[in-house]
């Protein structure tokens, strides 16, 4: 299948096999470079993604398994050097278990940017599956996770995803598991 711009030229290429999209699907820029190859298996997403500048040099390779993105992220300048140096999480807590039965875990970046969404819950076998976490509130990037005394028996940590926001404009998925002092909160 292919879909063209107004102005006739190729604009992306897909494969179907047995009306499913299979190998790579690709899309390009309006000059004709290819900007962009997503592999497909049984029409889902499912290996390296790769992003291209309007020169042919590589952009971004991301990874994805069964439709889902794994926490797998390269970003390359221009010029072809691996792009490094993004931000951590920070975390903060306030303790107010003992006073409100109230522990508050405060998430933010460490070079304080606010394109982030925090969530809480696991990476399912490495992968980010948005059905199995709960999103953060977060305000101007800052996330604020209130976690409550329960009284009956739950995890010792807290799973925490940031889905940061790249220059380069791709989500550098970020993991981080948070102890817990107390046995009991949710």
């Known amino acids: 299948m292919k ?26 820029y309006l000059e004709g470079q290819l900007f962009r190859s997503t592999p497909y298996k049984r029409d889902t997403i499912d290996g390296i993604q790769k992003q291209y500048y309007r020169s042919g040099r590589l952009k971004a390779k991301l990874g994805y398994s069964r439709g889902l993105r794994t926490t797998y992220l390269q970003e390359f300048t221009p010029e ?43 990476l399912s076998n490495g992968l980010f599956d948005t059905a199995h976490c709960k999103k953060i509130n977060t ?36 993991y981080k598991k948070i102890g817990l002092p107390y046995n009991d909160l949710k």
């Open 80 to 122: 072809g050097k691996l792009v490094g140096g993004y931000p951590t999480l920070v975390v903060n807590v306030r303790d107010d278990y003992k006073v409100k039965g109230i522990y508050r875990i405060t998430l933010e970046l460490s070079d304080k940017s606010t394109k982030v969404r925090y969530w809480s819950g696991e």
């Open 139 to 174: 305000i101007k990037g800052i996330g604020t996770l209130d976690l409550k005394k329960t009284g009956s028996p739950k995890s010792d940590y807290a799973g925490i995803i940031a889905e940061i926001l790249t220059n380069f404009g791709n989500n550098n998925l970020v």
């Open 3 to 28: 879909s063209f711009y107004q102005t006739g030229e190729v604009r992306q290429t897909f494969w179907y096999k047995n009306d499913l999209r299979e190998d790579s699907a690709k899309w390009y």
